[in-house]
C-alpha cells in the first residue's frame, strides 16, 4: 500500500476542520476503532491543547485518493 500511495501532511488547522468527513469515513469503516480516534474527540483536543505546538496530520491516500492512514502528531 505504501508503495502506491500519496503520503501529505495537513499543518493548518482550518485544513483539520475541513477533513473531518473523510475522518469519518474512515473510522466508521474500522471496527476496532475508538471513541479516542474519533475527528469528533482530536479536534477539540487539538484546539484546547494545541498552546502553541505544531499540528501534523499525516495522511496516506491510495491511488484513486481514497484516504487510508491518519496519524495526528502534535
Known sequence: ???NSQIDV???EN???EFRDEWV???SKDYNST????WEFLFPHWKYRKNGRQLYLITARS?????QIVAPLW
Open 10 to 12: 495537513i499543518r493548518e
Open 35 to 38: 471513541a479516542f480516534q474519533a
Open 1 to 3: 500500500m505504501i508503495n
Open 63 to 67: 491511488e484513486n485518493r481514497k484516504l
Open 15 to 17: 485544513q483539520f476542520f
Open 25 to 27: 469515513e474512515l473510522l
